[in-house]
């Protein structure tokens, strides 16, 4: 079941790249548990299909780098890029993307998370396995709020888009 507006996020884990280590993040990757960072928070949150992959790199990504400000003018505490991929790999896109301090690269290796939320998208059989489904959401304290699932494309999901919905 596709989670839905009004829906808490479901229980889960994510990592994330540390780069520079503080008390508490080591080096390297790093697992979060998702309810713990969300409590108290408004995050924009948008998944894709893959890091480095065409549309991903030249349009989601970058927006939402580019508008970061913006979001959080309108209240948005952090901003949230997950896909199906593993630490390593979303930490050297987010370097590559200069989303470092702007963007969370949360890595979801397993697609687990993805498959709590109900938007993972099977691709095995063009060899690129279980991936996410490209969407964004607005999470408030752990609650959706906005949600904005692709249905093939890219359009909904776009950071104009959840900038427009913050008002």
Not at 16 to 22: G, L, S, Y
Not at 34 to 41: E, F, I, N, T
Not at 114 to 128: C, N, Q, S
Not at 136 to 162: C, P, Y
């Amino acid at each position: 079941m596709t989670i839905q507006i009004g829906d808490r996020l479901p229980e889960g884990a994510l990592q994330e790249f540390i780069d520079i280590e503080t008390e508490g993040c080591a080096l390297g990757p790093n697992t979060f548990n998702v309810a713990d960072l969300v409590k108290g928070k408004t995050i924009a949150i948008f998944g894709l299909p893959g890091a480095f992959t065409p549309t991903c790199s030249a349009q989601h990504l970058p927006g939402y780098i580019q508008l970061a400000d913006q979001l959080k003018a309108k209240g948005v505490d952090e901003i949230w890029c997950i896909s199906v991929n593993d630490a390593f790999v979303m930490g050297a896109w987010g370097r590559d993307q200069k989303a470092t301090g702007i963007v969370r690269m949360m890595a979801d290796g397993s697609a687990t998370f993805t498959k709590a939320l109900g938007l993972e998208f099977d691709l095995v059989a063009k060899g690129f396995g279980v991936r996410s489904k490209r969407y964004s959401m607005l999470v408030q304290d752990g609650v959706v709020k906005q949600l904005n699932i692709e249905n093939g494309g890219f359009d909904v999901s776009s950071a104009e888009t959840l900038l427009k919905q913050l008002g």
